[in-house]
């Protein structure tokens, strides 16, 4: 027996939701590992959204999709996560966000919690009931901390009625190791008035 690493858990949560010919976000696409793999999980009759505000993590999901010949199952778009119903209005089976900063990349550049949060808002009224909403959240970069506390802050206060709330951590490990927090929607949220 052995206990699923985070990324591997991710990972297990993303494929219990979503099946051939669903719509599915990354909204975090870095170097495209996630696109990649939601990308398999839509097969050809669904379609993934990947969002990076660089063109550098644009440029590398690209190539990685074009790398597999998967390019025609996602569109990657040069925009915040925030604005993803700009984009998706087909209601949505699963979403991942990989928070903070591209490896090897700018360090400067990472995710912030008003527009982290801005997209959860956006995506659980696109989910699907039955739908997930994945986030890794990486916290030992400088303002890591606060924007945990902010989506932790965030995510305690949803309704249970609508959203169930997971955190899945090892808490005995060093160095400030990520964590996952899975919203799975229940229950269609009441538009407000
Ligand atoms: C930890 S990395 C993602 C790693 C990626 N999932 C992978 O497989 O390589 C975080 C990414 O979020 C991006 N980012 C920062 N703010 C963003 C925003 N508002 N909307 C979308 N992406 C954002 C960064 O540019 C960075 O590439």
Same mark, same amino acid.
């Given at each position: 027996?052995?206990?699923?690493?985070?990324?591997?858990?991710?990972?297990?949560?993303?494929?219990?939701?979503?099946?051939?010919?669903?719509?599915?976000?990354?909204?975090?696409?870095?170097?495209?590992?996630?696109?990649?793999?939601?990308?398999?999980?839509?097969?050809?009759?669904?379609?993934?959204?990947?969002?990076? =505000?660089?063109?550098?993590? %644009?440029?590398?999901?690209? +190539?990685?999709?074009?790398?597999?010949?998967? /390019?025609?199952? @996602? &569109?990657?778009?040069?925009?915040?996560?925030?604005?993803?119903?700009?984009?998706?209005?087909?209601?949505?089976?699963?979403?991942?966000?990989?928070?903070?900063?591209?490896?090897?990349?700018?360090?400067?550049?990472?995710?912030?919690?008003?527009?982290?949060?801005?997209?959860?808002?956006?995506?659980?009224?696109?989910?699907? =009931?039955?739908?997930?909403? %994945?986030?890794?959240?990486? +916290?030992?970069?400088?303002?890591?901390?606060? /924007?945990?506390? @902010? &989506?932790?802050?965030?995510?305690?206060?949803?309704?249970?009625?609508?959203?169930?709330?997971?955190?899945?951590?090892?808490?005995?490990?060093?160095?400030?190791?990520?964590?996952?927090?899975?919203?799975?929607?229940?229950?269609?949220?009441?538009?407000?008035?």
């Amino acid at each position: 027996m052995k206990l699923e690493r985070v990324i591997q858990y991710a990972q297990t949560l993303l494929k219990m939701s979503i099946t051939e010919g669903d719509i599915a976000v990354d909204a975090t696409a870095g170097n495209g590992h996630d696109t990649l793999f939601l990308a398999n999980l839509v097969g050809d009759e669904g379609y993934v959204y990947a969002f990076d =505000v660089q063109k550098e993590a %644009v440029d590398a999901t690209l +190539h990685r999709l074009l790398d597999n010949a998967l /390019e025609h199952r @996602a &569109i990657v778009l040069k925009d915040g996560h925030e604005n993803v119903a700009k984009y998706v209005t087909k209601p949505v089976a699963g979403a991942i966000f990989n928070l903070g900063y591209l490896p090897g990349s700018n360090h400067d550049l990472v995710t912030k919690p008003n527009t982290t949060i801005q997209a959860i808002e956006s995506l659980l009224k696109l989910l699907k =009931v039955g739908g997930i909403i %994945v986030l890794v959240v990486y +916290h030992g970069h400088e303002g890591g901390k606060e /924007e945990r506390d @902010a &989506i932790i802050h965030f995510v305690s206060e949803l309704p249970q009625k609508y959203v169930h709330v997971l955190r899945y951590e090892f808490i005995n490990q060093k160095n400030e190791p990520p964590f996952i927090i899975a919203l799975e929607k229940v229950k269609n949220i009441p538009l407000e008035s």
